[in-house]
Structure formats: C-alpha cells, structure tokens
Nanobody, 120 residues
Framework: QVQLVESGGGVVQAGGSLRLSCAASGNIFTINDMGWYRQAPGRQRELVANISRHGSANYVDSVKGRFTISRDNAKNTVYLQMSSLKPEDTAVYYC??????????????WGQGTQVTVSS
C-alpha cells in the first residue's frame, strides 16, 4: 500500500515563507512526476508546480519567482519552498505522485492535504 503524507502547512503573515514536504512510503518500485496542487474554498483544485524524476520543474504563472519545487529521490520526498506569500496563496495544498508499485500499473496517488493560511 502506498501513502503520501504532507507536512509543513500553517499560518503565516503576508510576505512570509513556508516549506511543505511530502513523503511517499509503502510498496514503491519507482516514482515518476511529483507535484503540488492547491484548492481554495469555492475554487477548483489547480496545479501549483510539478517536477520530473530528473528535476525538470514547471510552475503556474502566479507562483513563478516565489515558489521552488524540489525532490529527493532517495527519500521519495518532494518539497515546496514558498516565499513572499500572499493572502491569495491561502488554500489546502496537496501533493501527488505518479507511482509504480511492484506488480501494478502506474497510478496517481494523492496526499491528504495540508492547510496554508496567509494573513494580510
């Protein structure tokens, strides 16, 4: 069984920083792309950033220059360093991993989400 567990959310003032972590565990053969998504109240879930196994990253325009995604393949962990946070970054942040388990097919696994609240 595969699990993704996020940590690092919280409450921060505008202009502050937070670092999110997401660790995948369980019966994992390999992980392809990993990404961070967010969902604000009343809005659809959106992609914030994703990163390939080899480190190629993409960002939504609204976070470019402020957020940095990275990963540690040895630890099956993806990070999101968030700086210059704005109130509009307030959302529940979810991580997703494209994971291949032994004897299975590629599957998208999601974490449970972590709340990020930015106060003005």
């Amino acid at each position: 069984q595969v699990q993704l567990v996020e940590s690092g959310g919280g409450v921060v003032q505008a202009g502050g920083s937070l670092r999110l972590s997401c660790a995948a565990s369980g019966n994992i053969f390999t992980i392809n792309d990993m990404g961070w998504y967010r969902q604000a109240p009343g809005r659809q879930r959106e992609l914030v950033a994703n990163i390939s196994r080899h480190g190629s990253a993409n960002y939504v325009d609204s976070v470019k220059g402020r957020f940095t995604i990275s990963r540690d393949n040895a630890k099956n962990t993806v990070y999101l360093q968030m700086s210059s946070l704005k109130p509009e970054d307030t959302a529940v942040y979810y991580c997703k991993g494209q994971i291949l388990a032994p004897g299975s097919a590629w599957w998208d696994y999601w974490g449970q989400g972590t709340q990020v609240t930015v106060s003005s």
